[in-house]
């Protein structure tokens, strides 16, 4: 395990876990997360990618045929899971989940509603085919929605984002999503400098709020820790909020939370084809290595990548604070 040097020295993730008598380790990998774009058409705050209609990263059609080429030779990986940025907003977004589906992969697509109705920024691209291509292609849709009321959303996510989404999540619906087969999936950040509340009691609310006022359906919500990376790191220093922070999500370390974080089992891939732990050692360009060199998807050898050492820094403590944070949402139940 390689601890990295931080802004923040006093907190040092591999000596708590080690300290704990755990040990963290690839177990193997079942999942290839691929950040295909930071294009989006919005900028969140808590965006940890940093993404946002400015950006123009876009990973490539022969990267995107390397990955579909990994994905066939390697029987381990069951799952695709796209994300970005907008992930709809790479040109070979379409090909790229067509391709993976006839490989017989599960697909998932870190969706974030509104790209439906805003569309490309950049080229003006209409994107009002996609709950119709997902239902096609039996993708399993991943929506971030930060509360099911106009006013937290829309301060997370920018002016109109509310309304936008439920239009997008009756869309879903209308093509059978949220009815148990196709799965839909919301995500929940907490807006501000707050672990999150119980998954469970959660989504029982936002079920009966989301039914109840605007007849929408969904299958799970994924409660999520907001990583101090990039956008959200930047507030909370505006906000001399940095150090409280870390503070309280290194004193809400869960030695239960460690087994189910996402770096044992998942492989994370930039738009260049850089690999990675997860997603956030991808935001912060900390490339995961064999031996000296930095992983690709042009060198990679699986058998080898299981042997590697994770690399942690602080911001993994939002992993195992409280109930645990992962792409799936908490790892304590």
Not at 156 to 172: A, D, H, P, T
Not at 282 to 293: C, P, S, T, V
């Amino acid at each position: 395990m390689i601890q990295e040097k931080t802004k923040t020295n006093n907190y040092n993730f591999s000596r708590k876990v080690i300290d704990q008598g755990l040990d963290i380790d690839p177990i193997t990998v079942e999942t290839l997360q691929v950040n295909i774009t930071k294009l989006c058409n919005q900028a969140c705050t808590h965006c940890h990618v940093d993404s946002s209609p400015w950006r123009t990263e876009q990973m490539s059609l022969e990267s995107v045929d390397r990955c579909l080429e990994i994905l066939r030779e390697n029987d381990c990986i069951k799952n695709l899971d796209l994300t970005g940025g907008a992930p709809e907003l790479n040109p070979h977004f379409d090909y790229f989940v067509e391709e993976a589906r006839r490989l017989g992969k599960h697909v998932m697509v870190r969706h974030n509603l509104t790209v439906t109705l805003d569309g490309n920024p950049r080229t003006g691209e209409e994107k009002t085919y996609i709950p119709r291509f997902f239902a096609e292609n039996r993708v399993e849709v991943i929506s971030s929605l930060p509360y099911y009321s106009n006013y937290f959303t829309d301060k997370q996510r920018g002016k109109g984002v509310f309304e936008k989404s439920i239009e997008s999540l009756r869309m879903l619906n209308s093509e059978g999503y949220g009815d148990g087969e196709l799965k839909l999936n919301l995500v929940y950040n907490p807006v501000g400098t707050f672990l999150p509340p119980d998954q469970k009691s959660l989504e029982a609310d936002f079920k009966a709020k989301l039914k109840k006022n605007y007849g929408i359906r969904f299958d799970n919500l994924y409660t999520l820790t907001n990583m101090p990376i990039n956008r959200f790191e930047k507030e909370l220093k505006k906000q001399n909020a940095y150090e409280e922070y870390i503070e309280k999500l290194v004193n809400a370390f869960n030695p239960e939370a460690v087994d189910g974080i996402m770096c044992r089992n998942l492989l994370s891939v930039s738009h260049d084809g850089k690999i990675y732990d997860c997603d956030f050692n991808q935001m912060l360009e900390m490339q995961a290595r064999n031996g000296n060199g930095g992983l690709t998807i042009f060198n990679l050898d699986l058998r080898q990548v299981i042997k590697r050492k994770i690399r942690f820094g602080v911001h993994c403590f939002g992993c195992t604070a409280g109930a645990g944070s992962s792409c799936g949402g908490q790892t304590v139940s």
